[in-house]
């Protein structure tokens, strides 16, 4: 008689829950301040955002109130999530959805909107400051671990001017902006030189390409902000998003036929940046494709996330959502 398999012991969920939500909760918040944007450009009252708001909101306590009761409960998991190069940037996410959540709500609730950005902001500067001094730390990092997700600490930075700029944080915002473009221009030679030598991220990991439009789409919106113009600069930024969009949206069928995993997330906030970015600068300037462009992507965008949210949901429910996240390329060996 033969004697029954063991079963597999049940999934912590909780000590399984992934960094890997916040993007999906900056993807959010990306398309308030597209639908903000387009909403602006139109004329009409920024209270018609509010429902994309709330939905943002939902989706930063959703993933706040799971990740810090990881951090209460299995201090050692969050720690491992800490010291794993993939996840590693992640964390900078949470500062950055932060900030988000302030930006989107100056319109709406200006006094509020402020303490949100500020919180934020803190966050974004220690954190951030974290991640690089983990780089060039005792800890050695491969060609082969390096992916576009790295470039999530510097968008944070970039972020940080669109909402300090309208609150009047001028100093700051300047000091964030130059930290962003610093840290986005080192990096983007070594991605690409990772792409070029090593090929492509794995294959649940590939989405994560798109976010190789958000910078300098995050940075012409920043620009705007500081500067309060349109100008040269504002556009050249606007210029190679639309040139790393080009390159992306080759890809994105293939993308989106993969298997569903958090990385597709980091499909969503590059192109709302990239909406954002067209629609404020058309209307500013009065070009018409541009504002055409910024509406289609913010509608693509919106299709593309309900699909996300159900896909997400289905993972929630069957456990998807907290399998062992997919592994970092191995170091190369000599």
Not at 47 to 56: C, E, I, K, T
Not at 297 to 322: K, P, S
Request: glycine residues 10%.
């Amino acid at each position: 008689m033969t004697e029954p398999t063991p079963s597999a012991p049940p999934v912590d969920r909780l000590a399984r829950w992934p960094i890997g939500l916040f993007p999906a909760v900056m993807g959010l918040f990306g398309l308030s301040l597209a639908v903000q944007a387009s909403l602006a450009g139109m004329g009409a009252s920024p209270a018609l955002s509010w429902p994309f708001v709330l939905l943002g909101l939902a989706g930063l306590l959703g993933a706040l109130g799971g990740y810090g009761r990881k951090f209460l409960r299995h201090r050692a998991a969050v720690v491992a999530d800490w010291n794993t190069p993939l996840q590693l940037v992640f964390f900078p996410a949470i500062a950055i959805a932060t900030m988000l959540a302030g930006t989107a709500l100056i319109p709406l609730l200006p006094g509020l909107a402020r303490w949100i950005w500020i919180l934020g902001a803190v966050a974004q500067a220690g954190l951030s400051l974290g991640v690089l001094s983990a780089w060039t730390g005792a800890r050695e990092f491969q060609l082969a671990q390096v992916s576009p997700a790295w470039f999530i600490p510097a968008v944070g930075n970039i972020v940080a001017p669109i909402g300090g700029g309208q609150l009047g944080y001028e100093m700051i915002s300047w000091v964030f902006f130059a930290a962003g473009l610093a840290f986005w221009l080192m990096l983007l030679p070594l991605v690409f030189l990772r792409l070029l030598t090593l090929g492509p991220p794995p294959a649940p990991l590939r989405p994560t390409l798109a976010i190789l439009v958000a910078p300098p789409s995050v940075g012409a919106a920043a620009w705007m902000s500081v500067t309060g113009a349109v100008d040269t600069v504002a556009l050249i930024l606007l210029g190679m998003g639309l040139s790393f969009a080009l390159l992306v949206a080759v890809r994105m069928p293939i993308y989106l036929k993969q298997p569903f995993g958090l990385p597709h997330w980091g499909l969503t906030f590059p192109w709302a940046a990239l909406a954002a970015a067209c629609l404020r600068i058309g209307s500013r300037l009065e070009i018409p494709a541009l504002v055409w462009l910024g509406n289609g992507l913010t509608l693509a965008l919106a299709g593309l996330i309900v699909w996300l949210l159900v896909q997400t949901g289905r993972a929630l429910h069957d456990g998807r959502l907290f399998a062992a996240p997919p592994p970092a390329p191995a170091p190369a060996t000599t």
